[in-house]
């Protein structure tokens, strides 16, 4: 667990830069790659700040600080994935608690409470998280939010939310992955703890798996950083490096994917083989006010369906030559799926199931025109 200094600088500085100075040994400006599973003490008893690489490394701490700092954040603790960061804030939960989730979650995080954590006396209840009635119960100890929602890109007020639960005495989740700390700060906002997939944006190369925590709360941090020694699911030195080195870029990054993201929603629109576009970029998205207020601009994961059904989602993936046919997302390359068959199976047959004929594509860094046209000549081919 890193604890971060209060510095007043602008985000892209702080991306840039994060908190560590150059290396005192031989000023390299990255943070050296830490590849050590024990240090050497002084005496015993006394180290020098680390003793096993479990517990703490030179390379983890120096990404904690720099994406704490990015959340705004006074702590943060890194995992090995974003999964094993979840895993993590469900175990702050006991027997008997009530966890509450958005209708539309992620399928990997309604599989980990409902398989994992419910088997273990925690009691799940799914809806709109927006609702008191929902909320409602003396042992709802926690909110789980996601916004925009995966993947039916649906918006959630955050300070609504928080108001909510804290009058009940329930701490709220924010998953911040889709929209990063440059698009929405949950924080300040009044959440409790952010919650990120490393994997996706903040890293933003499909070349590594990671998670992070981050919270104002010492007592939380405190749990989260014995909870991320006990169970054991750190981050290598090495995928710490690969998450510090892209967050170095999420501003830039964002910036093109969202732009590109709009000229895809524009053309979606338009084409006849297509039944909704869900964006908040949109006017008559339910959420569009909710992101006007609380995220910089409006995402570049998009969804949409076919008038075709589930056989003409299939096909559209299967068409693009431009867009790769792939899970996750997040990344400079963009992404193409059908979520009921790929990321969200998990989901079938539950209250969180998600359409059929549903696309979900991650947009990236290419050309808009060569993006644009590529979607265009598949949705064609159906």
């Not at 990255?30 to 703490?56: C, I, K, M, W």
């Not at 892209?246 to 297509?274: F, I, Y």
């Not at 003409?312 to 790769?324: M, N």
Request: charged letters at 20%; a negative charge.
């Amino acid at each position: 667990m890193t604890e971060r200094k209060e510095k007043n600088r602008g985000f892209e500085t702080d991306a840039v830069h994060g908190t560590w100075p150059s290396d005192p040994a031989t000023g390299a400006v990255n943070t050296p790659v830490y590849l050590t599973s024990t240090f050497e003490q002084d005496a015993v008893g006394h180290h020098r700040g680390y003793e096993y690489a479990r517990t703490d490394n030179p390379s983890r701490r120096s990404l904690e600080s720099h994406l704490a700092l990015l959340e705004r954040a006074t702590f943060g603790v890194a995992f090995a994935s974003g999964l094993a960061a979840e895993d993590a804030v469900m175990r702050l939960l006991d027997p008997g608690d009530r966890l509450v989730m958005q209708t539309d979650s992620y399928g990997g995080t309604y599989r980990l409470a409902t398989k994992v954590h419910a088997r273990s006396g925690v009691a799940v209840a799914t809806g709109d998280v927006s609702d008191p009635a929902l909320l409602g119960g003396e042992r709802t100890r926690m909110v789980w939010v996601e916004t925009p929602t995966n993947p039916l890109l649906d918006l959630v007020d955050i300070a609504l939310v928080a108001e909510l639960a804290h009058r009940i005495g329930a701490i709220v989740v924010v998953d911040n992955t889709f929209a990063t700390p440059y698009l929405q700060q949950p924080l300040s906002l009044g959440a409790d703890i952010v919650i990120h997939s490393t994997t996706k944006y903040l890293s933003g190369h499909s070349d590594v798996v990671g998670g992070f925590t981050a919270t104002n709360d010492p007592v939380i941090a405190d749990r989260l950083h014995f909870l991320q020694n006990a169970a054991g699911a750190v981050p290598s030195p090495f995928d710490c490096y690969l998450v510090q080195r892209g967050a170095k870029t999420l501003p830039v990054r964002m910036d093109r994917h969202c732009e590109n993201a709009l000229a895809l929603v524009a053309m979606l629109r338009e084409h006849p083989a297509v039944g909704r576009v869900l964006h908040p970029s949109l006017a008559d998205h339910p959420g569009h006010e909710i992101a006007r207020r609380q995220m910089r601009a409006f995402g570049a994961m998009v969804s949409f369906t076919l008038l075709g059904g589930e056989k003409a989602a299939t096909e559209v993936c299967e068409q693009t030559e431009i867009f790769t046919l792939a899970e996750s997302l997040g990344a400079v390359e963009s992404l193409i799926e059908v979520p009921a068959r790929m990321t969200h199976a998990s989901t079938a047959g539950t209250t969180n199931e998600v359409p059929q004929e549903l696309v979900r594509i991650s947009v990236g860094l290419e050309s808009r025109n060569d993006l644009v046209e590529d979607l265009r000549q598949a949705l064609d081919a159906v």
